[in-house]
Structures are given as structure tokens and as C-alpha cells.
């Protein structure tokens, strides 16, 4: 670390503790003038970016989660918080990869496993859109193995 007074490169730190989150506060003393200066570090993330069907990446939004929940939930029972919880266990998930990238796709993915433990209409809505049938042949084939859950209960 370069002293801000004389440009000696050499300091020591005299004090750290935390300062925000995800944040240091350092005092520190030039080992060539002997003044104190504090410095503040913190963590550097890379934003997560999301690849789109088209290719493009855009920064990753949760608010877009949310938008396609409430759409799929509407005049459904399924409460804020329910929304609020399949919403933070996918951007929990999306964060823990270890890639900065993710396709839009996999997220779809993520919020679909969830949403059809909670509700399932809203599955089936939320799947009509984000899996893009086709045909009703299509949509048929991804009812079928939840059908076939309903009739073994």
C-alpha cells in the first residue's frame, strides 16, 4: 500500500475491524513518514450475467423471478412469502456456481422445480409460458407425469 503523503510503499496496518458489510476498515502508518491514513477494503463481486435465448447477457434481476411468479400465481393461494422464498432459494442457488454466467434457461428451471411443490396450476401456468409448447400435445406430455403423482395419492 502507497502512503498518500510521501508515496512510500511500505505501511503497516495498526488497526483493522469491520466496517459494513462485506467491508475493513484499516488504519495504517507509513514506515517512511510515520503518519496514519485509513483505508477501507471490500470485496469486489463480478456482477452475475444472465445469457438469454438470444444470446445476449443481461445483469441478473430477481425482479424478473418475481414478475413471472405473480403472473403464474394470480388469484391463486399462494401468499408473498412463498413468492419471496422460491425467489431467494434461486438466487441463493444462482449465486452459489461458481460460474458469473448463467443461461436463462437454467434459471427457468430452478424456479419451475420449486413452483411445483408449491402450487400446482401455477406450475402449469408458469410451464405454458416458460417452456413454449407447441401444441397442446406438448403441454400433455408435461402434465402427464404430474398426473400420474395425483393418481398414486
Not at 495498526?14 to 483505508?39: K, N, Y
Not at 411468479?69 to 449465486?95: H, M, T, W
Request: aromatic share 8%.
Amino acid at each position: 500500500m502507497q502512503c498518500p503523503f510521501c508515496r512510500f510503499d511500505e505501511t503497516k496496518v495498526v488497526d483493522s475491524r469491520a466496517s459494513q458489510p462485506h467491508a475493513i476498515r484499516r488504519r495504517r502508518e507509513c514506515l517512511g513518514c510515520r503518519r496514519r491514513f485509513t483505508t477501507y477494503e471490500k470485496i469486489e463481486e463480478s456482477p452475475l450475467r444472465v445469457i438469454k435465448k438470444d444470446g445476449s447477457r443481461v445483469p441478473f434481476d430477481r425482479e424478473r423471478i418475481r414478475v413471472g411468479l405473480e403472473k403464474a400465481c394470480y388469484k391463486r393461494p399462494v401468499s408473498d412469502e412463498q413468492i419471496e422464498g422460491i425467489i431467494n432459494s434461486v438466487e441463493q442457488e444462482v449465486y452459489q456456481g461458481l460460474d458469473r454466467e448463467i443461461p436463462s434457461r437454467d434459471i427457468g428451471e430452478l424456479v419451475f422445480g420449486r413452483l411445483r411443490d408449491v402450487d400446482q396450476v401455477a406450475f402449469v401456468r408458469f410451464a405454458s409460458v416458460y417452456r413454449e409448447f407447441k401444441d397442446v400435445n406438448d403441454f400433455v406430455e408435461e402434465l402427464e407425469p404430474m398426473l400420474r403423482d395425483v393418481d398414486r395419492d
